[in-house]
């Protein structure tokens, strides 16, 4: 369980950049199989949806749904790709992790890119970053600095403490819950090992914590998606 991140240092221009290479290993797998079932979802488009097809169109009408929820879909279509992209990302990403972790001469190579909290953090900027960006270039930027101050002047510094509270919240809570679930694994597999016994005690809960954490992976994209969709509303919508 205590295994080491292969870090590497890049030395530029006087300053120090540490990069986790397992992180950006997995984020590129993550991203390589979400373009994969995009790809193969979209190679022969039909009138009558079957296979990889028909599920890449529920996915969009799932995630339209989650956009209409929060906003009317004039506003809200131009985010339909961007909330296709995040629950496919992210649910891919959880899912990583779950059949088996890699480790190389004690450093941690395959796991799931969210069990990271820099990974998760990064993600969860990037979002309150877009909502400020479309507030800025849908409502103009002196309306968009009249809303840190409605209803009321005195509003101003509890706005500034939700955006950091937001951020952190959404990252977070992806976070937690993903890292949580492979630790427990983890546990669980130590147990396989310890004779016939600690086997058959621990494969039934195993297998039953993995079929667990698919739904809480499932879960955990889905709320992201959501929340993305909510932050994203409040900054465009006129009557917030």
């Given at each position: ?141 002196s309306e968009y600095g009249k809303d840190f ?66 739904f809480v992976g499932a879960i955990q994209a889905f709320i992201f ?16």
């Open positions: 369980m205590d295994h080491k991140s292969p870090l590497y240092d890049l030395h530029l221009f006087g300053v120090t950049l540490t990069f986790n290479l397992a992180n950006m290993l997995m984020i590129t797998v993550a991203s390589v199989i979400v373009f994969l079932i995009a790809v193969l979802a979209t190679r022969k488009l039909a009138l009558k949806p079957t296979g990889m097809q028909n599920f890449f169109e529920w996915v969009m009408d799932f995630v339209k749904g989650i956009v209409k929820s929060n906003m009317d879909w004039k506003t809200g279509g131009r985010f339909h790709v961007l909330g296709i992209t995040l629950i496919m990302y992210i649910f891919v990403s959880n899912m990583l992790g779950l059949p088996f972790a890699i480790v190389y001469n004690d450093y941690l190579w395959w796991k799931s890119p969210t069990a990271d909290p820099v990974v998760t953090l990064t993600l969860a900027v990037m979002v309150v970053g877009l909502s400020h960006y479309y507030a800025i270039r849908m409502k103009g930027f101050f409605r209803p009321m002047w005195f509003m101003f510094p509890l706005k500034i403490i939700e955006e950091f509270a937001n951020t952190l919240t959404l990252g977070l809570r992806l976070y937690g819950n993903i890292f949580a679930g492979e630790i427990l694994l983890t546990l669980l597999a130590g147990s396989l090992a310890t004779g016939v016994g600690g086997h058959l005690a621990a494969v039934i809960p195993t297998l039953a914590w993995m079929g667990f954490s698919v998606v959501m929340l993305t969709m909510v932050y994203i509303s409040h900054k465009v919508s006129h009557d917030h």
